[in-house]
């Protein structure tokens, strides 16, 4: 498609990590110190075959201004999830603006709160530990599909009240509608999620329990009860936002380990580090790209953009900018990163200290239980860069 006329062609560079499908060979973040010489805000025309192109900001100081600006740009439907099959509902609270933005946050706070996150430690290590013994007489795991997908999936089935034999269907849905290339799969999956979590809501309504969705169920906003599609956007967003960011993070930080032994070698002899190896694995590898779409004309860091245009807010590339983090390709556990790996602003992860917390547990458990690691002799490691930037496999050996 033609490039927007007020889109100077001096800001058209080339973008590799596309909206969709997206794929590649190569490590992920060998490819950002190119993007760093670009200007603080460009244009990629090759984003999707759908439209024209997008504008992302590389630089921190850039993409914190637009997470900001909720005035001239907003979240609503910017994943295309329900329009894709057809309906109305938005993912709650991450495609609603202010002011109710922060009244659906209210609803969610006490569950999210640190010291609620806390009381489910043990339960978080139970599942981790379990995992880890079952691998470790084998010797060799795919990290991703033996674990990172599995471990945080666990984690949600509890949160939300759900059988966990329903895990291999949530696996199955999650993969489909996150790492699909073809749109098929991805509705079909949609569909079927939408059906479940309806039911799910219908029967809390009169069989409520101590999970999340009956906090849906019995909470309010503005003193009245969460409609059917309110219902539906909560419950998605946390189907969403609770299992592949927490397992694409994890593949991240455990194939950084793999690949760096001194580093792993420095955790295992220094566990009470992990919580900040894990602050700095986050924005070294910062991997989740969210979407605004300009509501308004308005001017950013000196670029005219104009209604309708799109955005893409890359975090990568944010943490990486070597103005916020000086020598940003090194990963320095002495590091103390204001990185934006899980939003910033209005959009801070509501999430973020239960996902903080499963990741800790999760290498916590895996270097007390696991002999070093490595990757499997020959591997070959392709990474997804679309939406969230991960690998789709990752061989792990160890002996003993």
């Known amino acids: 498609m033609e490039r927007p006329a007020h889109v100077p062609a001096e800001l058209v560079r080339p973008y590799p990590f596309k909206l969709r499908g997206a794929r590649s060979w190569d490590l992920p973040r060998t490819m950002i110190p190119e993007i760093q010489t670009y200007p603080p805000i460009f244009w990629a025309e090759n984003m999707h075959e759908m439209l024209p192109g997008a504008w992302v ?31 109305e509902w938005y993912s709650i609270p991450h495609e609603s603006d202010p002011p109710l933005h922060s009244k659906y946050r209210m609803l969610l706070n006490p569950m999210f ?33 033996d674990f990172a997908f599995e471990f945080p999936i666990r984690v949600f089935l509890e949160l939300m009240g759900m059988p966990q034999h329903d895990m291999a269907t949530f696996l199955a849905w999650e993969h489909a509608i ?16 939408v059906d479940y979590l309806a039911e799910q ?33 909560f419950c998605f ?42 602050d700095e694995l986050m924005r070294a590898y910062a991997a989740v790209t969210t979407i605004r779409l300009c509501t308004q004309d308005t001017v950013v860091e000196g670029i005219e953009m ?46 973020m ?19 070093p690691f490595r990757l499997a002799e020959g591997a070959e490691i392709e990474s997804f860069l679309s939406g969230i930037i991960g690998p789709t496999e990752l061989p792990l050996v160890w002996e003993g």
């Open 57 to 87: 900001p590389r630089s921190m100081e850039a993409l914190r201004a637009i997470y900001m600006d909720t005035e001239h740009f907003t979240v609503k439907g910017t994943s295309g999830f329900a329009q894709m099959i057809g309906q």
């Open 201 to 233: 809501c219908e029967d809390r309504r009169s069989n409520p329990c101590d999970d999340l969705i009956t906090l849906a169920v019995q909470g309010e906003i503005e003193g009245r009860k969460l409609d059917d599609d309110e219902l539906i956007g």
């Open 306 to 351: 104009k209604a309708f245009d799109l955005v893409l807010m890359p975090t990568h590339l944010a943490a990486n900018d070597p103005v916020a983090f000086p020598e940003p390709e090194k990963v320095d556990f002495t590091r103390k990163p204001r990185h934006v790996s899980f939003g910033y602003g209005p959009h801070l992860c509501i999430g």
């Open 237 to 278: 967003n946390l189907f969403v936002g609770g299992l592949d960011t927490v397992s694409t993070n994890m593949s991240n930080h455990f194939r950084h380990l793999a690949e760096n032994p001194a580093d792993q070698d420095f955790l295992r002899a220094n566990p009470e580090r992990i919580g900040d190896a894990i």
């Open 178 to 193: 996150l790492r699909s290339a073809e749109q098929e799969p991805v509705t079909e999956a949609l569909a079927k999620i």
């Open 113 to 145: 709160a640190p010291k609620h996150i806390a009381r489910l430690e043990e339960h978080i290590r139970e599942f981790a530990r379990e995992r880890l013994l079952e691998l470790r007489p084998r010797g060799h795991c795919d990290f991703v599909a």
């Open 353 to 371: 200290h239960l996902a903080k917390r499963e990741m800790r547990i999760a290498m916590e458990e895996a270097l007390a239980i696991l002999p």
